[in-house]
């Protein structure tokens, strides 16, 4: 071996000829198999430790997107930020709306009384109103409201913790698996371009 440059040199002596060449080739034939059977093991053996990776991984992907789909279905919740934003617009728009409606109650009352059949109208439409208002923000039944078309604000902020939570770990588990599938196609490129010189 030259020490310099980490050539190694074969020679052989034989009183054939022939015979010598095909020992030194024998050799480095010997020699190739094995520099392929090391290299190729190595990136085999990193190709195989992430594609065992990738499989747990994706079942770890599968079941946290599996957990958030059951809660979010189970709590009739998407996403806790934006849904809360719209029911307090909601809630808002129904305020409004009781209040004129309180309003032309107490303007019809005076003017008809409190038997006359659209006093008796409005004070119904007040009632309503007043009852979409408790239900959205919970109060009465924790539960809210049958056939309510989302969770209370009151229960909203409790949900969004656990949905926030479950989100997260869907991200994360997402993250990792799109970043062990690009290394593992570059260790299946790389084990194909290992070839021993």
Request: charged share 25%; hydrophobic share 35%.
């Amino acid at each position: 071996e030259d020490k310099k440059s980490g050539i190694i040199m074969i020679s052989v002596q034989d009183r054939d000829a022939q015979r010598s060449a095909r020992l030194a080739r024998g050799y480095i034939d010997n020699l190739n198999v094995r520099i392929a059977q090391l290299s190729t093991s190595a990136a085999r053996r990193e190709r195989e430790f992430l594609e065992a990776r990738l499989l747990s991984i994706k079942q770890q992907l599968d079941e946290s997107t599996l957990q958030l789909s059951k809660f979010s279905s189970r709590n009739m919740t998407f996403d806790p930020q934006i849904q809360g934003k719209a029911m307090i617009e909601a809630a808002s728009t129904l305020q409004g709306q009781l209040i004129a409606a309180e309003t032309e109650i107490s303007g019809l009352d005076q003017v008809y009384g409190p038997e006359n059949s659209r006093v008796k109208a409005a004070s119904a439409r007040v009632g309503e109103l007043r009852s979409k208002l408790r239900s959205m923000s919970g109060a009465g039944d924790a539960k809210g409201a049958a056939g309510q078309l989302g969770p209370s604000l009151e229960q909203l902020p409790l949900l969004g913790n656990t949905y926030y939570d479950l989100a997260r770990q869907a991200k994360i588990n997402e993250t990792v698996y799109e970043v062990l599938t690009r290394q593992y196609e570059l260790a299946k490129v790389q084990e194909a371009k290992e070839v021993p010189s």
